[in-house]
């Protein structure tokens, strides 16, 4: 059960847009439906923002989008603001769980 | 709305067992279509998912930690635990507890976290 591979660091300034990538395998990422999302500030409890690959918990901004493409699930933060600087990670779900290994969004 | 709180101590001697609890307030642990999980997190690293349990008792555990965690709900208390045994100080770690969604697989609830440092 291997972590799934994020790149360490992503920027963008403010209003401009950043697309995080998370890859896994066919036995996870590639494999299921259960791809989420979670946001994570500084000394903070990660937070749920997308689910099942592309849904929004309520609340969400519909400035976080999700996708997949075969083994790679992908996170863009359109319309980038400062208070989404933060650390993303990714999670498959295949019966147990798998986390990436995290992404440090910084807004310049 | 459902809250989760960890509780248990934050200092653990090497070879001892680590205990903690998570109480969950604002709703039933025994809800349908839901399990409570622990997660941590290295200082500084990624999350780590370690194991999930429903409120019938049935439980999931991280290969990588299958032989050493035990988890257990007390549906009475509207709690849940995770014992961890034979820690060394890999195990220092902000351990999190958190809700997961039966049908569609997310942790969509979790706990503030604390911080279990592993000393002598």
């Known amino acids: 059960q291997s972590a799934l591979t994020q790149p360490p660091s992503a920027s963008g300034s403010p209003g401009q847009s950043v697309t995080i990538s998370c890859t896994g395998t066919?036995?996870?990422?590639?494999?299921?439906?259960?791809v989420s999302w979670y946001q994570q500030h500084p000394g903070k409890a990660p937070k749920l923002m997308i689910y099942e690959v592309y849904k929004r918990p309520s609340g969400v901004p519909d400035r976080f989008s999700g996708s997949k493409s075969g083994n790679t699930a992908s996170l863009t933060v359109s319309g980038l603001q400062a208070e989404d600087e933060a650390d993303y990670y990714c999670?498959?779900?295949?019966?147990?769980?798998?986390f990436g290994t995290g992404t440090k969004v910084t807004v310049l | 709305q459902v809250q989760l709180q960890e509780s248990g101590p934050g200092l653990v001697k090497p070879s001892h067992t680590l205990s903690l609890t998570c109480t969950v307030s604002g709703g039933s642990i025994s809800s349908g279509g839901y399990y409570w999980s622990w997660i941590r997190q290295h200082p500084g690293k990624g999350l780590e998912w370690i194991a999930y349990?429903?409120?019938?008792?049935?439980?999931y555990y991280n290969p990588s930690l299958k032989n050493r965690v035990t988890m257990s709900v007390d549906t009475s208390k509207n709690q849940f635990s995770l014992k961890l045994n034979s820690v060394t100080a890999a195990d220092t770690a902000v351990y999190y507890c958190?809700?997961?969604?039966?049908?569609?697989?997310?942790?969509?609830?979790w706990g503030r976290g604390t911080l279990v440092t592993v000393s002598s």
């Open positions: 999670s498959s779900y295949a019966g147990t769980y798998v």
């Open positions: 066919s036995s996870d990422v590639g494999g299921y439906k259960s």
């Open positions: 958190a809700r997961g969604d039966d049908y569609d697989n997310y942790l969509d609830c």
């Open positions: 349990i429903y409120f019938s008792g049935t439980t």
